[in-house]
């Protein structure tokens, strides 16, 4: 079966300073991978999105940047991070164009 | 106007209850829908999925699909408190890119009491 991990699961970070999530699929090969960000009584943003190894595509543009090096990772990252980067930040995957599944999310306070 | 509309709620109910949560939508070229239940500080579980007009159940999970009416519902029947999370409505229309974008409505809370 299917198994998707993020981390960390929660981070504060000061404005101004970099930022790396991670999250890593397995049991699936080729997923598409996907970074949504949910702010606090809001629904669920889509940020980027990669349907293979070195492509990503951007929804929003904004200063956090992705990348996918290998099959089953996908990295959000930034070098300076604002305060209305707070969130949660989710990635999921998918097989092709159908149902998206979840990862456990990480929380991000910026301070 | 919003490509899809969600009951907000919040939504209260006894245990035992059965539960209807619904969503419309405007754009007739969603093809794929699903119901997705979130925990407090958790990610969206994927609940239901649907391709086609109709009927679907899993256990006490009924979902809903009425593309000539562009609704769908999410029927929960003999409802628990382990039930109770905001219950989430998404849709992807899909063909012609090798991606599915989902779109997703605002969410409903709902909460069982015991």
């Known amino acids: 079966s299917q198994t998707i991990h993020q981390w960390p699961a929660t981070l504060v970070q000061p404005v101004g300073s970099p930022l790396s999530l991670e999250c890593t699929v397995e049991?699936?090969?080729?997923?598409?991978l996907y970074w949504y960000r949910q702010a606090a009584g809001r629904g669920l943003q889509l940020l980027f999105y990669?349907?293979?190894?070195?492509?990503i595509s951007s929804e929003v543009p904004q200063n956090l940047s992705a990348s996918r090096p290998q099959d089953r990772q996908f990295i959000l990252s930034s070098k300076k991070l604002l305060l209305s980067d707070s969130g949660f930040y989710l990635c999921?995957?998918?097989?092709?164009?159908?149902?998206?599944?979840f990862g456990p999310g990480t929380r991000l306070t910026v301070t | 106007q919003k490509e899809v509309e969600q009951d907000p709620g919040p939504l209260s109910v006894p245990e035992g209850a059965i539960v209807s949560l619904n969503c419309t939508y405007s754009?007739?070229?969603?093809?794929?829908f699903m119901w997705y239940r979130q925990y407090s500080r958790k990610g969206p579980e994927l609940l239901m999925y649907?391709?086609?007009?109709g009927n679907k159940e899993d256990g006490r999970f009924t979902a809903q699909v009425d593309k000539s009416s562009k609704y769908i519902s999410l029927f929960i029947r003999d409802s628990q408190p382990s039930d109770s999370a905001t219950y989430l409505c998404?849709?992807?229309?899909?063909?012609?890119?090798?991606?599915?974008?989902?779109?997703f409505g605002q969410g409903t809370i709902l909460t069982v009491h015991p």
């Open positions: 999921a995957w998918s097989e092709g164009e159908g149902e998206q599944y």
């Open positions: 049991g699936t090969s080729n997923p598409n």
């Open positions: 990669s349907v293979g190894i070195g492509q």
């Open positions: 754009n007739s070229a969603f093809q794929y």
């Open positions: 649907t391709y086609s007009s």
């Open positions: 998404a849709m992807i229309y899909a063909g012609g890119t090798s991606y599915g974008k989902l779109t």
